[in-house]
């Protein structure tokens, strides 16, 4: 494929996501234009001798240091060497590379002040896939990913250490071997390389991208336990759904409806004596859809913030009126509106979570399902599915604890200059373990569904059907007790990935989507 163009406009998250997975990245020709024009404001206001903040001063809590002009290239190094200070298990190479695309996309916008060289190195790096080795915690998500970014700008500087076959190597190697040198930084380089949401972004970008395959199969998921459990489909009617026009519930019921077209089992039971189903199954609209409708805020927020410029300063030239009015300090490296959409999406996929975990009570349940206990062959002498519904409460037990806000919680720093912090970072990586929970818990729906659908004669929905041929091909039917737990972890990644739901869409039809 070609490189991805970069103008810190029109990035997508599909695009941060090839990115990430090792597509390469140029630079738009009419974003230079910008660059250079912001850069030139930067020179200016040094040849001038004015005194601005994150130009010729002290950061944070040191804003009255005034540093002189030849100290000044030191002071971008000593910045980023002196942030370089993150804790913990490293980024991996995949989220690395899309905070980088994201960064970059970012200073070329034009509002930052740094020089063309500064973006070249990063672009350079992402296509020769130097990708540094960046440990996750540091983050405040205020004032930027601030530690994570430094450790980017120390290996784009030849310092730190770079992946090279996934072990940390040498930045200053690599680039000998390759024939490259590291980037000198000048005057305000330094500080708009690791002042912003990049971090952030990275983490959300990949959940945005995960929860876009993980929630239509979702409601797919639902659909076959409505099989294995012959309920109705008459709450998805549309009439009820006209009635509180909720657009992510009527969109849920709009898409079950369509799943369901031409069920055998559904016919079969049209004229049962049930009169209505648990919460569970006759609540899917009012649950999925109120999830819908937080991903798709989630959505629109993440992409509004890969193509904003998140540094501070910000520059804006004006060549009418040049001098320190061009020069704006200001908080857009502040992270609170990413770290709440993130707290909020948490919260909202535990409770898809939790009522899927609900369903396969229901279908494990010999009472309620009219099925032998535990979908087991030989109940008593074997467990069939009892544990696999405790791996799903498990799971859900974690993303229990992930459901509380991690931005409920800001600590004063700088010596009391930076004193409300979003805890952003912390937030959105809360929310990509959290997707891989969900991803597992929906795992475990489907293979009980599955199990569940071998006790019944009529043959269900073609897109019920074709989800079952696949979870066939990694888990078959019981014939007896067997260890489950790489099938668990198989059937959950290809959630995740969305290559399942890819290949039912195309071979049986789009399902209905909502677009923000």
């Excluded at 296509?127 to 915690?137: A, S």
């Excluded at 076959?165 to 000998?176: A, G, H, R, Y």
């Excluded at 969109?251 to 409806?257: D, E």
Aim: glycine share 6%; aromatic share 4%.
């Amino acid at each position: 494929m070609g490189a991805i163009r970069l103008d810190g406009n029109t990035l997508s998250t599909t695009e941060v996501s090839l990115v990430s997975k090792g597509a390469k990245v140029e630079v738009a020709s009419n974003a230079w234009n910008n660059v250079d024009a912001a850069r030139k404001v930067v020179e200016n206001i040094l040849s001038s001798g004015e005194t601005v903040y994150g130009i010729n001063t002290g950061f944070g809590a040191l804003v009255s240091e005034i540093i002189p002009e030849d100290d000044l290239a030191a002071l971008q190094v000593n910045l980023v060497r002196s942030h370089a200070c993150g804790i913990g298990e490293p980024m991996s190479i995949e989220d690395t590379r899309a905070m980088m695309c994201v960064r970059v996309n970012s200073l070329v916008k034009g509002h930052s002040g740094v020089k063309r060289e500064i973006i070249e190195q990063i672009v350079t790096y992402l296509n020769e896939d130097i990708v540094p080795v960046v440990p996750r915690i540091g983050s405040l998500g205020a004032s930027g990913d601030l530690a994570p970014l430094s450790h980017m700008a120390l290996a784009l500087i030849g310092e730190g250490e770079v992946w090279v076959d996934e072990v940390p190597t040498k930045t200053s190697n690599v680039l000998k071997e390759k024939g490259l040198i590291g980037v000198e930084l000048t005057a305000k380089d330094g500080l708009s390389l690791i002042n912003g949401t990049s971090q952030m972004c990275s983490f959300l970008a990949n959940a945005d991208i995960m929860l876009s395959n993980l929630l239509p199969i979702a409601d797919l998921i639902s659909c076959v336990s409505l099989e294995a459990r012959e309920c109705s489909i008459k709450p998805m009617d549309e009439r009820v759904h006209e009635v509180r026009p909720h657009a992510g519930q009527s969109m849920v019921a709009k898409r079950i409806t369509e799943i369901m077209k031409g069920s055998a089992i559904l016919e079969a039971h049209a004229n049962c004596d049930k009169v209505q189903d648990a919460y569970s199954f006759r609540c899917i609209p009012q649950v999925h859809g109120a999830v819908l409708e937080s991903y798709l805020k989630l959505s629109s927020t993440v992409a509004i913030e890969i193509n904003s410029a998140t540094d501070n300063p910000l520059i804006f030239p004006n060549p009418a009126n040049p001098g320190p009015d061009e020069v704006v300090s200001q908080g857009n490296f502040h992270g609170e509106i990413l770290a709440l959409c993130a707290d909020h999406m948490s919260h909202a996929i535990f409770e898809l979570a939790s009522i899927s975990e609900r369903r396969i009570d229901q279908m494990v349940d010999p009472s309620r399902s009219k099925l032998p206990a535990f979908l087991a062959k030989n109940s008593g002498l074997e467990s069939g599915m009892m544990i696999v519904h405790y791996v799903a409460a498990a799971a859900l037990a974690e993303m229990r604890g992930r459901a509380n806000p991690r931005s409920a919680f800001s600590t004063p720093t700088s010596a009391g200059q930076e004193d409300h912090v979003s805890m952003g970072a912390t937030a959105c990586w809360n929310l990509l373990q959290s997707c891989n929970h969900l991803s597992q818990v929906l795992a475990c729906e489907l293979i009980i569904a599955c199990e569940a659908l071998e006790y019944r004669v009529a043959k269900p929905a073609e897109y019920v059907n074709a989800l079952y041929k696949l979870v066939r091909k990694i888990s078959k039917p019981l014939t007896g007790d067997r260890s489950t737990s790489t099938e668990i972890e198989d059937v959950a990644a290809c959630l995740r990935n969305g290559g399942w739901l890819s290949r039912i869409e195309a071979e049986h039809g789009r399902l209905p989507r909502l677009v923000r």
